[in-house]
Each structure stands twice: as C-alpha cells, then as structure tokens.
C-alpha cells in the first residue's frame, strides 16, 4: 500500500510538474506571439504617425509657400509695367506686402545702371517691421552686391518663379527667409529686374522647438541638404546631411540621405555611433522649394513599455508562479491593456471631435451673415456622414460682388477633410484677388494638382453675383448644377469641366446668367440626391426638384424643409455621404 501510494503520489507530481511545463511553455509561446503582434501594431501606429505628422506640416509649408507663389504669379504683369514708372516702384512694393501677410518683404533688383541717376546696384526694399509698420530701404552698394547672390541670377534666367536655398539675411529682412524671384521685363520683352519675396522661416524653426519633450525627432532639409528645421537650434544652418554622413558610419543614413536629397519617399532602420535602433521616415515637402522631411522614432523608446511587460512575463516563467496566479495576473494586465486600449480609442474620438469642430468652424455658421447687406438672403448647411468629412461651401462679398462656392471632396474621413480644408482656403485667397470664377478655378486647380499625390479631386462650383444688376458669372468643375428657384424650378445649364486636382493648367469656362428680383440659387452635394433609404433606393434629382417645387424659396425654410425630406425619406438607414446645401436669395438692386 505504502508502495501504491508512492508510486500514486509520484505519478501526480510528475502529472502536475508535467502540466506546469506544458501551462509555461504555452503561457510562453502565448506570450511570444503576443510579444511579436503587439510589436508590429506598435510600428504600424508609429507608421502612421509619422506620416500624420509629415503630412500635417507638408500642408501648413505648402499652403504657405503656394500662398507666396500665387500672389507674386498673379501680379507679374503689375511688376512688368512698375519697370516704366519708377516712381511707383516703393508704394507698389508696399501695397504687395500689405496685401500679403505671409512675405516679409519684397524687392526689385535692376540690372547694372538701369536707371543711370540710380547708379550700378539700385535694389529698392520693403519688409515688415517688428512692430507690423513697412520700412522702405535701398540695400544695395558694393557691399551688398545683389549682382552675384543666388536670388538675383537664378530669378534673371528662370522662366518663371524660382525658389532660393534658405538663408540669412542681414540687410533686408534681417531674418533667416527664403526668396521667390522672378524675372522682370520691360515693354520690349527684355529681362531688365529680378522681383524677390522673402518669406520668413522663424515660424518653421518654432513649429519644432516643440518635439523637444516628445520620443520622436523631426527636421527639414533643404534642396541642398542644409538642416532648416529641428529642435536642435543650434544645427540650423549650420549642419548639413554631409555632416551627418561623416558623423555616422552607419551606410544606411547616407542612403537616405541620397534619396531625400533626389526629392523620394521611404523609411529605414538607422543606427547612430553607439548603435542604437531608430526607425526613419521621409517624404519632400513645400512644393517648387526643394525641401525634404525626415521623422526619427529611437526604438528603445517606441518598445520600452513592451520591453517592461517581456521582463515581468520572464521573471514570472522564472520564479515558476503557478498557473492561476500567472492567469490572474494575466487577466489584470489583460484589464490594464483594455483601459490602456479603450482610452486609446477616446484620445483619437477626441481628436476626431475636435477635428470636426475646427473644420465646422472654418465654414460660415452665422445666419444671417451680413447684417448691414439687405441684397441678400443666405442659409447654409453641412452634415457629415463620419466624424471630419470632404464637403465644403464659402462665400464672401468684396466690392460689391458675392463670391461664393460649393464642393465635395473625393474620398472620405481625415485625408478628404485636409484637401477640403486646403480648397476652402485657396478659395479664400485667390478669390480675394481674381473676379472671373473661371480663372479662380483655374488658380485652385493648378495649386491642388500640384500637390495631388494620393490622386484626390474636388468637384467644385464656384460663382461671383453682382449686387448692382443680379448678373451671375459662373464656372464648374464637375459639380452638381445648381438649381434656380422662384418661376419655373430647373437646375441651370453647366459646362463639362473635369474636377479641381486632376489635371494642371486646365481652362475652365465661364457662364453668365442672371437672378431676377426673390429668385433664390440653390446648390447642393451628390449626398442629398445619393442618400438611400434602407431598401438601397436613392433620394434622386426628380425627388428632390418635386420637393423643391413645392418649398418656401426663402433659403432657411427651404433647406430645413429638404433635410426633413430626406430624413423621412431614408428613415433609420446609415448616412453614407455628407449633406450640404446652401441657398442664395436675390432680394433687392444694390444702389450706391
């Protein structure tokens, strides 16, 4: 019996150490491929991030840098005939940098002895001052000898605009700038000045003093390889990607190097002299300048919470805890992990919700919008079908004139709310220079396809109304055509332009037509006739003419009665697309 028992109690230790070895080698293979996918959802969140975060400040370079390029192009024939009127030189240059907040000054470089009272250098200049006044000045002398900088003879040859090498200057700006120039000429054709407008880069240097309490790293090459951007103010301007590739031995960084300098995109797997792991993302940004971006994420501090979880998991296997204490424990990091997860999910729900909240608040919201501007009647409104959305509509009144648009952005979510937020703004800025709605199309469509590299398109309609006459002038790309209200309800003719964003240097038409007195336009997005029922059947054009026909034409009513259509029309289904709609009621002749 003793024997019996024995041999019993030996079988069930064996059973039990047996049953702990296979309970730790599967809470270690367990904890192995936990190990190897939490890792790799790590590196993808930090893919994603950083492309993020290079695509949030390649928009704010771009929209700073086009916004700078679109207003020296657009005024070149302004620059061509001041040449002949020298005394109009400083106030056309004061009117340029009033006009334009981004520059920090401008100025004409004329060719040796142009004007001969003038003598050899005669570079007039105008910059911002600190305190927001314009100074005049005339920095040119043998020793600010404009004659042989880069600005000047590359801005001499170029056939359009140029964009120099970041650099200091002392005697103008008195900043470190990049220059646009472009050649000058006179009413025989010939080359005779260089115009330069500098933009300041203090902006770009503080906008990554910031990441300096963040485990991530960043910074701006120019075309040259020069550091432009970093926390490190210290290197800017003063250190080079030749530097870094006689600092680091490591033969992947001066690959990168390369590829960043040739204008490509990647990632890589970098070491510094101590051999610590990072991981590296590149993409060019801002455009004609040149420039490149590069995000550093180290290793040891993207996988130092999942390195602290691998050594609790080896100490348990190693004191050998048994198998329900390691599941509990399990189940509480499991809990731990959860919240971490859940609060995860809200910090981007938060995000998203201020997202939105930014991007409502870029859209006119206040009804009515002009108070004192009795022509008008104006109601517009935007749902979105997710939490950001690609549909947008503006307007603006600028001498005596609406000018006013409505678009729907290919696409959905964050990367459609970020082109929406760029065409809204190119709207704002080329509107406010341009009358004809086809050559602000125009404008917008070579600035979007420009930067087009995900291939998104906008469809667009964009109108200017004159208060004087009720005269309409018109252009769309691809939108839906607006309907006119008040006597017979019948969308207005439309011409087939393509979409902003698909195709450079597109000429896009522009049509006239007219709103008589308590005639209302109205205009929409593809979510309103595209919005389905539960049955998949669409809200449609004949639908919503009929609903129309039968509307107050004044536009509050007349778009709270077509959102109550259409939610009654597809009761509890899903929204699919955003709704937008705005309305414009002629009322009265503007009279001066």
């Known amino acids: 019996m003793k024997k019996a028992g024995k041999w019993w109690h030996s079988l069930q230790t064996r059973s039990n150490l047996a049953m702990l070895f296979v309970a730790a080698l599967m809470i270690q293979i367990i904890g192995t491929v936990q190990f190897i996918y939490t ?3 790590i590196r993808k969140e930090v893919e994603e991030r950083a492309q993020y975060e290079i695509n949030m400040k ?3 370079i771009h929209k700073m840098v086009s916004c700078v390029e679109s207003a020296v192009d657009n005024v070149d024939w302004l ?16 009117e340029f940098v009033k006009s334009n907040p981004d520059i920090q000054g401008c100025a004409f470089a004329f060719e040796p002895n142009y004007y001969p009272d003038k003598g050899r250098w005669y570079e007039p200049y105008v910059r911002r001052d600190t305190d927001g006044s314009l100074l005049r000045m005339q920095i040119a002398d043998p020793t600010h000898d404009y004659l042989n900088m880069t600005w000047y003879t590359e801005g001499l040859t170029a056939e359009s605009g140029r964009w120099t090498e970041p650099y200091i200057d002392n005697e103008g700006a008195q900043d470190m700038i990049c220059t646009y120039s472009v050649p000058v000429r006179n009413e025989k054709g010939d080359v005779v000045a260089v115009f330069g407008a500098d933009l300041s880069l203090n ?3 503080d906008e990554f003093v910031t990441e300096k309490e963040t485990n991530w790293y960043s910074f701006i090459v120019s075309r040259k390889g020069r550091i432009i951007a970093c926390p490190d103010k210290s290197k800017i301007m003063n250190y080079t990607m030749d530097d870094a590739d006689q600092e680091y031995q490591d033969p992947v960084i001066k690959s990168v ?8 995109s990647g990632k890589a797997e970098v070491k510094d002299n101590n051999g610590e792991l990072a991981y590296m993302y590149y993409s060019p940004v801002g455009g004609n300048t040149g420039w490149s971006m590069a995000i550093l994420f180290p290793e040891h501090e993207i996988y130092k919470g999942l390195r602290s979880v691998a050594i609790k ?9 048994a198998l329900m204490v390691y599941i509990m424990w399990r189940t509480v990091n499991g809990f731990k992990r959860l919240q971490s997860v859940s609060a995860e999910k809200e910090r981007i729900g938060s995000e998203l919700r201020i997202a939105s909240n930014i991007q409502n608040g870029m859209l006119p919201k206040t009804f009515p919008p002009y108070s004192d501007l009795q022509e008008l009647t104006l109601y517009g409104s935007l749902t979105s079908a997710k939490e950001v959305g690609g549909d947008l509509y503006d307007f603006s009144v600028r001498n005596q004139k609406l000018f006013f648009c409505i678009g729907d952005v290919s696409g959905k979510g964050v990367p459609a709310s970020l082109v929406m937020a760029v065409t809204r703004s190119l709207f704002r800025s080329v509107s ?17 396809s420009e930067m087009n590299e995900n291939a998104m398109f906008v469809t667009l309609f964009i109108g200017v109304l004159d208060l004087h006459n009720g005269n309409l002038t018109y252009s769309n790309a691809g939108h839906c055509a607006p309907v006119l209200l008040g006597g017979e309800t019948t969308p207005i003719a439309v011409d087939a332009n393509i979409p902003v964003g698909i195709m450079p240097d597109w000429q896009y038409t522009s049509q006239h037509s007219s709103l008589k007195i308590g005639q209302t336009l109205f205009l929409y997005t593809d979510g309103l006739t595209e919005a389905e029922n539960t049955s998949l059947e669409q809200f449609g054009e004949k639908r919503m003419l009929e609903v129309l026909a039968q509307s107050d034409i004044n536009p509050r009513p007349l778009i709270e009665n077509i959102i109550q259509a259409v939610r009654s029309f597809v009761g509890q289904a899903e929204q699919s697309d955003d709704l937008t709609m705005l309305a414009i009621q002629f009322n009265k002749l503007r009279i001066e």
């Open 39 to 41: 890792r790799n959802v």
């Open 58 to 60: 390649s928009l704010k």
């Open 79 to 94: 620059l061509d005939l001041t040449v002949e009127h020298p005394e109009n030189i400083y106030s056309v240059l004061e």
């Open 203 to 205: 902006w770009l240097t």
């Open 257 to 264: 190097n390369k590829a960043m300098l040739a204008g490509q």
């Open 313 to 321: 998991l080896g100490l348990l296997m190693l004191f050998g805890l």
């Open 432 to 448: 406010s220079r341009i009358d004809d709605p086809g050559d602000i199309m125009l404008q917008i469509n070579n600035a979007m």
